[in-house]
């Protein structure tokens, strides 16, 4: 541990990554097996799991568990949220898209983006966290995307994406905030938002699994490795918000000034664009 920060080239223990089958989170557990962390792989697609497994314990001569789960099942949640009070870090990485738009996509569909975008997210670190701070050190990363700021962009080339951005903002928000929470204590907490990477995310809606070996689509992006390799860095360096490939970090500082100036325009009942703020209660 080098102050609040997890530097995972330095200190090792057990991860556990959700959404292990594939693209970014695959890449994380090839990296942490190459540092000597012990894993916990949790995906819906086990024989993939288990290809994984045996490669990185083979390579590595790390402690691989596999956890074949559907994450927006209560069942199967509350298992892996069992396993991951147990461990060092932990990386919530599973998601899935529910592109389509608002009023014509399945309703069980974006049930699921829910489950598994936000619920289960939020589940594992309730489930992580606390016994953290009891052992005195971890971290978690959740995987958000570069949409959850796009919330004003219309589709084409951009996807139909509400239920989806609006998923990926709840985990910025709330990574923000928790981190806020926990500043001063032995747990970091990270967020990072890839933009488009070249994994087979975009291949299906999410409902089922992509078949057949690991792809990638058509799309180009950034290669999750360079995705993986910012994200833990950044741990490294005790940065709350990631976005791999950013140059100036000023953006992501501008966040904090952005919602500063918006909470300041609510006093008083002051205009800010085109809505009054009055500061009473709505319930």
């Known amino acids: 541990m080098d102050g609040m920060a997890l530097d995972t080239t ?9 959404g292990a089958s594939s693209g970014i989170g695959a890449v994380y557990a090839r990296r942490l097996a190459e540092r000597g962390w012990d894993l916990v792989l949790v995906a819906r697609r086990g024989d993939r799991l288990d290809q994984l497994a045996v490669a990185l314990h083979e390579e590595h001569g790390v402690t691989v568990q596999t956890l074949t789960a ?17 461990v060092d870090l932990l990386i919530n990485n599973a998601g899935i898209n529910g592109y389509g738009p608002f009023a014509e996509t399945d309703a069980d569909l974006l049930t699921q983006v829910l489950a598994v975008n936000v619920t289960a997210l939020t589940v594992l670190t309730r489930a992580a966290v606390p016994a953290m701070l009891t052992r005195g050190r971890g971290a978690v990363i959740n995987v958000a995307s570069l949409l959850a700021f796009a919330g004003s962009l219309p589709p084409d080339p951009l996807p139909h994406r509400a239920v989806y951005g609006g998923t990926k903002g709840y985990v910025v928000t709330f990574t923000r905030t928790l981190a806020a929470e926990l500043a001063g204590s032995p747990v970091t907490v990270q967020v990072v938002c890839p933009g488009l990477t070249a994994t087979e995310f975009h291949l299906t809606q999410g409902d089922l699994p992509v078949p057949g070996d690991e792809k990638v689509h058509d799309d180009g ?3 999750p490795r360079d995705v993986v390799d910012a994200s833990l860095s ?3 360096d ?15 500082e501008a966040l904090s000034t952005a919602e ?3 909470r300041a325009s609510s006093r008083g009942g002051r205009i800010a664009g085109r809505y009054r703020w009055t500061g009473t209660r709505a319930d």
């Open 70 to 86: 559907d994450l927006s099942q209560a069942s199967d949640l509350a298992r892996v949220a069992t396993r991951a009070a147990g």
């Open 260 to 262: 500063g100036a918006l």
């Open 238 to 252: 005790g940065e709350v918000v990631c976005v791999p490939g950013l140059e100036d970090p000023a953006a992501v």
């Open 221 to 223: 992006g950034m290669p």
């Open 10 to 18: 330095k200190t090792t223990g057990t991860a556990l990554v959700t």
């Open 234 to 236: 950044a741990l490294r």
